[in-house]
């Protein structure tokens, strides 16, 4: 418990999520991907287990399945209990949770078998390591379907530059340097309050030039979101002078 954050959640003494920002977090990594894909049914979490990214993902009707694979089940028992405004949606039964290694299971997964995947990854150290790898992106792009969608946090352009430099370089030789995109959320939880997410697409879904900006805001007003909005998803992709340096654009 905190008095500005209210409850945190914490892996080896890294902060994960706050119930004061969690919404400018989840809504972004998962709305900005719903928004560009109406018609997504299957859905693969990898990581995730506070619980806010399913909540968000199983607010569309759509969705015929949420699988989810988190390694650590202390995380999920931790949500389950002292964040409830976070792990509404473990109980739902479009959800099929699996404990086990999100790397294994992308390795063993069937090829073209999901339209969304979402890497909701702790911060690259420890079991968390393999998923800024080559190799378990090289997986995710053969389990999506032809006109599926990635997003993934891609951490601190300010606080870890080389992981967010290195894993941008990686998805551009991936999926074709023309279908990686950078966004941007602004999250006082996290060191320097700026955070990135990549947005990847196995398709043609340009996530501004093909915007539906009716939907974005319909989507927004449904849901009552907090952060997301048709304007906020075209800004988050105007990225500052110094990180398109960084990223050589």
Same mark, same amino acid.
């Given at each position: %418990?905190?008095?500005?954050?209210?409850?945190?959640?914490?892996?080896?003494?890294?902060?994960?999520?706050?119930?004061? %920002?969690?919404?400018?977090?989840?809504?972004?990594?998962?709305?900005?991907?719903?928004?560009?894909?109406?018609?997504?049914?299957?859905?693969?979490?990898?990581?995730?287990?506070?619980?806010?990214?399913?909540?968000?993902?199983?607010?569309?009707?759509?969705?015929?399945?949420?699988?989810?694979? $988190?390694?650590?089940?202390?995380?999920?028992?931790? @949500?389950?209990?002292?964040?409830?405004?976070?792990?509404?949606?473990? $109980?739902?039964?479009?959800?099929?949770?699996?404990? %086990?290694?999100?790397?294994?299971?992308?390795?063993?997964?069937? %090829?073209?078998?999901?339209?969304?995947?979402?890497?909701?990854?702790?911060?690259?150290?420890?079991?968390?390591?393999?998923?800024?790898?080559?190799?378990?992106?090289?997986?995710?792009?053969?389990?999506?379907?032809?006109?599926?969608?990635?997003?993934?946090? @891609? $951490?601190?352009?300010?606080?870890?530059?080389?992981?967010?430099?290195? !894993?941008?370089?990686?998805?551009?030789?991936?999926?074709?340097?023309?279908?990686?995109?950078?966004? !941007?959320?602004?999250?006082?939880?996290?060191?320097?309050?700026?955070?990135?997410?990549?947005?990847?697409?196995?398709?043609?879904?340009?996530?501004?030039?093909?915007?539906?900006?009716?939907?974005?805001?319909?989507?927004?007003?449904?849901?009552?979101?907090?952060?997301?909005?048709?304007?906020?998803?075209?800004?988050?992709?105007?990225?500052?002078?110094?990180?398109?340096?960084?990223?050589?654009?």
């Amino acid at each position: %418990d905190t008095f500005e954050y209210g409850k945190l959640l914490a892996v080896d003494k890294m902060v994960m999520c706050s119930e004061k %920002d969690d919404k400018a977090y989840h809504e972004m990594i998962i709305h900005v991907p719903m928004v560009m894909q109406p018609q997504v049914r299957d859905v693969l979490v990898i990581g995730g287990g506070d619980g806010g990214s399913i909540r968000e993902i199983l607010r569309y009707d759509h969705v015929e399945q949420v699988t989810m694979v $988190e390694i650590d089940e202390a995380v999920v028992r931790a @949500s389950k209990e002292f964040l409830p405004s976070l792990s509404s949606a473990f $109980e739902n039964p479009k959800l099929n949770l699996i404990i %086990d290694d999100g790397i294994e299971y992308v390795k063993q997964a069937a %090829d073209q078998s999901f339209d969304l995947i979402v890497v909701d990854s702790s911060d690259p150290v420890g079991p968390a390591e393999g998923l800024f790898s080559k190799s378990f992106y090289q997986d995710v792009y053969r389990c999506l379907r032809p006109d599926g969608v990635m997003t993934a946090q @891609s $951490e601190s352009p300010h606080f870890n530059q080389r992981a967010f430099v290195e !894993l941008n370089h990686c998805l551009k030789e991936i999926f074709d340097r023309d279908r990686v995109f950078c966004y !941007l959320a602004f999250i006082p939880t996290y060191p320097t309050g700026m955070w990135s997410f990549t947005y990847c697409t196995k398709g043609h879904r340009h996530p501004i030039q093909n915007l539906d900006q009716k939907r974005a805001e319909q989507v927004a007003k449904t849901f009552d979101l907090q952060y997301y909005n048709s304007q906020i998803h075209g800004a988050s992709f105007c990225l500052p002078t110094f990180i398109r340096t960084m990223l050589k654009e």
